[in-house]
């Protein structure tokens, strides 16, 4: 059945249709526990795909109620459907937070015109492919420092070579570049003594986040009864009253300049604070939002690109030359030079597809909800040969036939759409790049082999270790 008879059919059709007819599976809930349970799948929801793809095919009812779709060809007909104003899924747990607290809504809570006239702001500055270059230089002084902070833990370990639980780090980079972006202001993450402030702020979101689950799924009643609800909201607190101070400490400096009648400089933050169609609420809602949308994806993928570099050598000896070429030795690239190289570019965008960030994300349209199974689509054989081989080289616009691009939407598609996919782009080409410069990246050999496993995203099952062997040394042995 193709997408657009299911758009055409209302819901009670939908049923009848997909109920026993080929391809078109409408299976119980109860399959979902065996599966998740006795079958296994409960951390490989994306094998999951992949083993229902087989059973049912291309598009099924789900145990949750949901259509799967799970082609590169029935995702972009649904996609390019989308409505004014797609929803994002159920949001209500941070919702309830910020309702509770009076706190503004972001992109993420939002919903309808408001969402819509938030992301027009939001969006300036971020979105278009330019708009990253005026952030290069703030990200280039993060990335040295974290260059930095890999050569002083490489001097710490008994190899003098290793870094262990690479993940850490790049969590710790993408956290500095993002709040030095989104707040106009260094927060000290790569620093040897992490300032209490910034370490009591990393501590709140992975609290909110440990505790988002157990928030979700167990009834509203027993909040006052089980911890996780209190535990969740002091995550919340913590978050909010860190993006507060920085934010109203540069409200401060603004109003500064304005007494002092001298000229206003900035970048995003001031932007957005000297928007006058946006309240100080929805600042603070926006500005958190983003700030915890750009973390863990940017370093999650980052991990996965070292780690898939490290044990393919040939795959990093093209991305040196390719550097080598582009730039000068004594020269760090700018944000619009390296935006231009085609190897990096596509390294990342394989990179992104490969271990595939987002396996699952749901979208309501035409009253159906729809579970579009990244994983399963960007695995697709027709789409992408050998779709378990990490090959660059598949995206190179060099004359080749390219795979459909709905065959891997790492940042989504349409309206909707991530808004800090510029940013995370710059932030990610900029460390590579220094990264392969600097270092040949080579796998610790104490390790087993690294398997995904899925949470939210797609994690290594295993914190990843890596030797950076210093290029200047090895050049002159
Ligand atoms: C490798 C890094 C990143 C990946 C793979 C990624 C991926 C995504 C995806 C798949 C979505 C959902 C899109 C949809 O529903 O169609 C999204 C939304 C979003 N992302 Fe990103 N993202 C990344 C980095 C960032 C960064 C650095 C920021 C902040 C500057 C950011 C801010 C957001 C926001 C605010 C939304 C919600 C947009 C809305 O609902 O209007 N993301 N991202």
């Not at 094998?47 to 995702?75: A, C, F, H």
């Not at 989104?182 to 790569?190: A, D, I, Q």
């Not at 920085?246 to 007494?259: F, G, P, R, S, T």
């Not at 990342?348 to 994300?361: D, F, Q, T």
Request: with cysteine.
């Amino acid at each position: 059945m193709s997408v657009s008879t299911i758009l055409n059919v209302s819901t009670a059709k939908l049923e009848q249709q997909t109920h026993g007819s080929p391809g078109c599976a409408l299976w119980d809930p109860l399959e979902l526990i065996y599966r998740m349970v006795f079958q296994g799948f409960y951390n490989r929801i994306h094998e999951l795909q992949i083993y229902e793809k087989q059973l049912y095919g291309p598009i099924y009812r789900d145990g949750l109620k949901s259509v799967s779709v799970n082609t590169p060809k029935l995702l972009e007909e649904i996609m390019r459907n989308d409505e004014k104003f797609p929803s994002r899924g159920d949001m209500s747990v941070w919702k309830d937070y910020r309702d509770m607290k009076g706190v503004g809504y972001g992109p993420f809570t939002e919903e309808g015109d408001k969402w819509y006239n938030l992301r027009v702001m939001l969006n300036k500055r971020m979105l278009h492919p330019k708009d990253s270059e005026q952030y290069g230089e703030v990200i280039t002084d993060v990335v040295t420092d974290f260059t930095k902070r890999i050569h002083y833990l490489c001097q710490c370990s008994p190899t003098g070579d290793l870094v262990t639980n690479m993940a850490n780090e790049l969590y710790l980079f993408s956290l500095e570049g993002i709040a030095s972006i989104l707040f106009e202001t260094r927060v000290g993450c790569l620093e040897k003594e992490i300032p209490a402030g910034t370490h009591d702020f990393i501590n709140a979101i992975s609290q909110m986040f440990t505790n988002s689950m157990a928030v979700f799924v167990l009834p509203k009643w027993s909040r006052n009864l089980l911890p996780y609800w209190g535990r969740y909201i002091a995550g919340w607190d913590g978050i909010f009253s860190f993006s507060k101070n920085l934010i109203d400490k540069k409200m401060e400096a603004i109003q500064q300049c304005v007494d002092n009648s001298q000229d206003v400089k900035g970048e995003y933050l001031t932007y957005l604070l000297s928007n006058t169609e946006m309240s100080l609420k929805d600042v603070y809602g926006s500005i958190t939002e983003l700030l915890l949308a750009g973390v863990d994806t940017t370093s999650n993928t980052l991990t996965w690109t070292l780690h898939l570099l490290s044990s393919h050598p040939q795959i990093q000896d093209k991305l040196y030359k390719e550097g080598s070429t582009f730039i000068p030795a004594d020269r760090i690239p700018t944000a619009a030079e390296i935006t231009r190289m085609p190897y990096l570019r596509a390294v990342v965008k394989e990179a992104l597809r490969y271990p595939n960030l987002s396996i699952l994300s749901k979208l309501l349209f035409l009253q159906t909800s729809f579970a579009f199974c990244h994983y399963a689509i960007s695995h697709d054989e027709d789409t992408f040969p050998e779709p378990f081989t990490f090959k660059p080289e598949r995206w190179l616009r060099d004359g080749r036939e390219r795979p459909n691009p709905f065959g891997s939407i790492p940042f989504g598609f349409g309206v909707r759409g991530c808004v800090g996919r510029r940013i995370a782009e710059l932030e990610m080409y900029m460390v590579l790049f220094q990264l392969i410069r600097l270092f040949e990246i080579k796998p610790d050999p104490t390790m087993g082999k690294v398997k995904c496993i899925s949470r939210t995203v797609l994690i290594p099952d295993q914190p990843v270790n890596l030797r950076f062997v210093d290029r200047r040394c090895e050049n002159a042995v």
